[in-house]
């Protein structure tokens, strides 16, 4: 049964770091695309980062330079570097799964690319 499970969330000042961490099961990271989406009160789900099978990394622009993906696929985890994070950052982030990829690029939007869903984890930014 394929799982997704986010951590990492918390409450951090503007200007802070966190990392994210998405451990994957049930699927081989090798062969999956992951995305890293985020949900803030009132606002549509958005993309915010994603990585291919082969390495295709995108970012969305307003991350762009402050955020870092990555990926340890005998870890079966990707996770989300968030530095000069600021109050617009504040959202639940999910992270999603596409378990066979066909590689090239991956999407900043839902939708049927992405079949699988973690619960999400909380990250908060306030002074």
């Known amino acids: 049964q394929l799982q997704l499970v986010e951590s990492g969330g918390g409450l951090v000042q503007p200007g802070g770091s966190l990392r994210l961490s998405c451990a994957a099961s049930?699927?081989?990271?090798?062969?999956?695309?992951i995305g890293w989406f985020r949900q803030a009160p009132g606002k549509e789900r958005e993309g915010v980062s994603c990585i291919s099978r082969t390495g295709w990394i995108n970012y969305a622009d307003s991350v762009k330079g402050r955020f870092t993906i990555s990926r340890d696929n005998a870890k079966s985890t990707v996770y989300l570097q968030m530095n000069s994070l600021h109050s617009e950052d504040t959202a639940v982030y999910y992270c999603a799964a596409r378990p066979v990829d066909l590689g090239g690029d991956c999407p900043l939007v839902r939708g049927p690319f992405y079949t699988d869903w973690g619960q999400g984890t909380q990250v908060s930014i306030s002074s």
């Open positions: 049930g699927l081989t990271l090798d062969d999956s695309a």
